[in-house]
């Protein structure tokens, strides 16, 4: 990637590339962005097999977690309840029942709170989407700002500083660090706002999108845009520092190499201004490892969220993952996997796509 | 072209710092704000609202601030069932039928009567519905004898009914409203869903949003015909017992409950601390099946173990207000046996005993559930205790921790070799520790089969039917002590209920059954 990216002044032999395979009927980028998603449906489909797989394997009777002990005493009623739950029937076609059912957008039924999974999910979903995407919008601000910096004041005091930091942010446990900062911030110093999504005595904002901040400034109430962003600060602050530290580092090392290319020292001996060097030559270049790194954290960050939303009693995801696996609610548990390696996939697929859209020859491969 | 990028950022970090600060010190306490909202922060055992099929701590909170039931509590005292929807009880002197006379003037909350035939099909509803309170009412028949009377006739002596009566899984439902809503008296209802997001009752609040694994939020029933409520909401959140701590403190909510007495030493002087002994008994069991282990069923086994525990040490461990239970039953229901009565430590004596047993080093395996908490206190450390305590006298124990669902397969399969477990009570009567006995539902999980223990079996049928407070208090004590010379079973300790309330919260008490009466609750 290094020594070819951007410079068209440098390598003119770039060009008739992407001329050729317009030729050929299709842009290369949609053929890439098909070939993608075609990958991303079977992978998809490859999740479904080893959420059911793992899910069915858990020791434990999922009926005995749900029956009422006398209930479990008689036989009509538990099979009942297995058969209702289609748990009667061999695995293959439980499995079978399971994909047709998804395929309609249909869940299964959750055995705790005897709603479509799919309702459960759209109200737990939203709320660690706002903070993991609140957490991933810091990442890449901090992150590639912080990395920068360090980069262009190479071994000055600044770069010492920085680096000491990500080197905390990636070696801090996240669990640890949300329970410091509950009690720094929100008890010692009285700052930030406690426990949940928004104010308790506000209420939340009609749900529109789900997510909280969204909602309220949709609903015009600016009271509870104010507690909800104030409650999204800290946990979204604990659950960046990681990806932060990370994306410092490397963009620190990616900015670095850039900047000891021939073309970046050719762009300052022609006497090119700082800004257009940084942002034409130096971060375009920079931005394919960075983007690679951003992925894989935010995939982190989901992880991270289940500790975080539990410390801050955030209702999100985490919670509810906690919730089924600790009563094998099992359509509950594969519901949850299910949208979790979804939003991995769409993660990857969109760092592809972005490889495809900064660096022509991946488009090509 | 340094300087430019590095202004930039830092300006970005110090915008979102400000950020953080402005909207966070911007926010007020809810207990500040006027509005009279109640925040309890507790760690969610939740899974319904449908008072048929509640069984779980959190659930019974919210059962018990939405329905009402034929009979009470008067605050945290059990001793008495007292009247609530019903105006007067009798229980008949054979002890088989209870005559409970109806309110006149309740009204559910959308207005309409509360007649005898909603208590009717409410109990029944429960007891055929086979969900889990379902035994509250096994062999009970409920019949309406005229528009304001109901009789509930047992085949056999049942003076626990009257104690049951108050659980408020067996809070009255507007049947009317119900059936429309799916509700049958049968396996086949499916009320459920409904009753999660609206409540049919009669209690001083509704339920506004339902959540099992983040919140329950309550709202006063404007309809109530009883005294009015002082909140006009209450917000019961899932919290953990570390944040709960710091939420009450800082004045975010106004009880938590689930804080252990670690948790609780050193609380600052404008929060009340409520402790007391809560009527959770923890227990450590051998299981008496030969199938599961050579060694466990060994009287003299038993025997080295009871007198080998170090329950003072216990004690230190679970914190300030708990108390060791002298037998299955705890302090607070009739026919408790006295604290004089409690086993002690007695090394020799164990050593003694596990020398007349025939075995030499035993090692056997305990199981518990490994993130299990009660009442703030992990089974972990007691675990780890015991173990240290039987070391010194000469077993070996492999201590085998598994998560709740798994650990509890195992238990209710009878397949433990020695387990440490808790029962708390499903109605504050001692009829509800016969399970106990051989054969019953805890007996069999400890392997000890219907036939196995003639003496303890035969004070457990006397204390049955014994009716009276005096008689049962009696033949619940001689069972307990029979219980404890021969039985497999060795009561440990009964952990602190520790409830930290802001001082702004006033009539808290604790109590055995629905932990607290959110409708109790005042403002000072």
Not at chain 1, 201 to 212: C, F
Not at chain 1, 259 to 283: H, M, N, S, T, W
Not at chain 2, 230 to 258: C, F, H, M, P
Request: with cysteine; aromatic share 8%.
């Amino acid at each position: 990637m290094s020594n070819t990216a951007s410079g068209k002044t440098l390598q003119p032999d770039r060009v008739p590339e992407p001329a050729r395979a317009r030729r050929r009927g299709s842009h290369p980028l949609a053929r890439f962005l098909v070939r993608r998603l075609l990958t991303a449906v079977l992978l998809a489909w490859g999740i479904t097999l080893v959420t059911f797989v793992l899910t069915n394997m858990v020791p434990g009777d999922p009926v005995a977690a749900n029956l009422g002990q006398r209930a479990l005493g008689d036989p009509a009623i538990v099979a009942q309840w297995r058969a209702e739950h289609g748990l009667d029937k061999p695995l293959w076609e439980q499995y079978a029942l399971h994909l047709r059912g998804l395929l309609q957008g249909d869940f299964g039924t959750s055995q705790q709170s005897h709603r479509p999974v799919s309702q459960d999910l759209a109200e737990f979903v939203p709320a660690t989407l706002e903070l993991a995407g609140a957490a991933i919008l810091v990442s890449l601000v901090l992150g590639v700002g912080f990395g920068v910096v360090a980069a262009l004041r190479r071994d000055r005091l600044s770069d010492h500083l920085l680096r000491v930091l990500s080197l905390i942010g990636i070696s801090v446990p996240t669990f640890w660090l949300a329970l410091v900062a509950f009690y720094v911030f929100f008890y010692r110093l009285q700052i930030t706002p406690g426990s949940g999504r928004v104010d308790p005595a506000l209420g939340g904002a009609p749900p529109v999108t789900g997510l909280q901040t969204i909602d309220a400034l949709l609903a015009g109430r600016w009271d509870i845009f104010a507690s909800a962003a104030g409650h999204l600060v800290t946990p979204a602050l604990v659950l960046a520092l990681y990806t932060i530290g990370l994306l410092t580092r490397f963009t620190r090392s990616a900015v670095l190499e850039v900047l000891g290319q021939d073309y970046v020292r050719a762009a300052r001996a022609k006497g090119l201004p700082g800004r257009v060097i940084l942002f034409r030559y130096v971060l375009r270049s920079a931005l394919v490892p960075i983007i690679t790194v951003a992925g894989l954290a935010f995939g982190s960050l989901l992880s991270g969220t289940v500790l975080v939303e539990a410390i801050f009693a955030w209702p999100g995801i985490g919670q509810y993952a906690y919730k089924s696996a600790t009563t094998l609610d099992l359509p509950a548990v594969m519901g949850v996997g299910l949208v979790v390696g979804v939003v991995y996939l769409v993660i990857n697929l969109i760092v592809d796509v972005l490889y495809g859209v900064i660096d022509p020859r991946v488009r090509l491969q | 072209m340094a300087t430019r990028s590095q202004t930039a950022a830092v300006l970005l970090a110090g915008a979102l710092a400000l950020a953080a600060c402005g909207s966070g010190g911007a926010q007020a306490p809810a207990a500040q704000s006027g509005a009279k909202t109640l925040v309890i922060d507790t760690s969610f055992d939740l899974k319904t609202a449908d008072p048929g099929r509640t069984y779980e701590p959190t659930g019974l909170i919210v059962g018990k601030a939405t329905y009402e039931t034929l009979l009470t509590f008067d605050g945290g005292d059990v001793t008495k069932p007292v009247p609530a929807l019903a105006e007067s009880y009798e229980l008949s002197e054979d002890g088989k039928v209870v005559t409970l006379k109806l309110k006149q003037g309740a009204t559910f909350a959308d207005g309409s009567p509360i007649t005898a035939d909603d208590v009717v099909f409410s109990l029944t509803r429960v007891r055929d519905m086979k969900g889990t309170p379902s035994f509250l009412l096994d062999g009970v028949e409920v019949a309406k004898a005229d528009d304001s009377t109901i009789t509930l006739t047992s085949k056999q002596a049942n003076p626990a009914l009257p104690y049951i009566l108050p659980n408020p899984a067996l809070g009255i439902i507007n049947s009317k409203l119900a059936k429309q809503n799916g509700a049958t008296t049968d396996p086949q209802d499916k009320a459920e869903q409904y009753l999660n997001s609206t409540s049919a009752g009669s209690g001083p609040y509704l339920i506004e949003s339902f959540n099992v694994s983040s919140q329950v939020v309550l709202k006063a029933n404007p309809k109530y015909y009883g005294t009015k409520p002082a909140y006009d909401k209450v917000v019961i959140r899932n919290v953990e017992a570390a944040t709960q701590k710091l939420n009450v403190q800082r004045g975010d909510s106004q009880v938590a409950l689930n804080l252990s007495g670690d948790q609780v030493a050193g609380m600052p002087a404008n929060l009340q601390v409520d402790k007391t002994s809560s009527a959770n008994v923890i227990f450590l069991f051998a299981n008496q099946n030969q199938e599961i282990s050579k060694t466990t069923p060994n009287a003299k086994f038993v025997e080295a173990v009871r007198k080998g525990v170090d329950y003072a040490g216990l004690l230190e461990l679970a914190g300030e207000g708990a108390t060791q239970a002298p037998g299955v039953i705890p302090s607070q229901i009739l026919g408790a046996l006295g604290a004089d009565q409690a086993a002690k430590r007695d090394l020799e004596g164990a050593k003694a005993a596990l020398a007349a047993s025939g075995l030499s080093n035993p090692t056997v395996k305990l199981e518990y559930p490994s993130e299990l908490t009660v009442n703030g206190l992990s089974f972990q450390p007691l675990a780890e205790r015991i173990q240290a305590n039987l070391k010194e006298v000469g077993i070996t124990v492999d201590l085998n921790p598994a998560p709740v669902t798994t650990a509890l397969d195992n238990y209710r399969n009878g397949k433990e070799e020695m387990g440490l477990w808790y029962w708390g009570p499903d109605y504050p009567d001692p009829s509800d520790y016969l399970v106990f006995l051989p054969g019953k539902t805890v007996g069999e999980r400890a392997g000890w089969k219907a036939g196995s223990d003639k003496t303890v079996e035969e004070s457990g049928e006397k204390a049955a039917v014994a009716v009276g407070d005096d008689l049962r208090k009696q033949a619940y004590a001689d069972m307990q002590t029979k219980l404890n010379a021969s039985g497999p079973f060795i009561p440990l300790i009964q952990p602190s209920q520790n409830i930290v309330t802001a001082a702004s919260v006033t009539g808290l008490e604790y109590h055995p059954v629905w932990t607290v009466d959110v409708a109790d609750l005042g403002v000072k």
